[in-house]
């Protein structure tokens, strides 16, 4: 799943600055209703991935059943603060 293309898919654009307060609510809706559907692991990885840089936090106890995958989501995370301390 190509970040871009998520973008693209959800808000109407692949760019962050041009996407209304409005758009921007309705599709973070829609990709956590697409999250709770998804069966993928790494489709599912991906959306949380996304949600996550956009700022919307889901309960990773909730959001993966295997221990695993909440690990990854756990060291994305970290990355993510390391990469922003920057």
Avoid at 28 to 38: K, S
Avoid at 57 to 63: E, M, V
Wanted: negative net charge; aromatic residues 10%.
């Amino acid at each position: 799943m190509d970040f871009n293309d998520q973008l693209q898919r959800y808000f109407g654009t692949a760019d962050l600055a041009a996407i209304q307060p409005e758009a921007m609510d309705a599709g973070i809706e829609h990709m956590r209703v697409d999250f709770g559907l998804e069966k993928d692991r790494g489709r599912r990885f991906a959306l949380w991935a996304v949600l996550y840089m956009l700022g919307t936090h889901l309960d990773l106890d909730k959001a993966f059943e295997d221990e695993a995958d909440r690990n990854s989501a756990r060291d994305f995370m970290d990355m993510m603060d390391r990469v922003q301390g920057d």
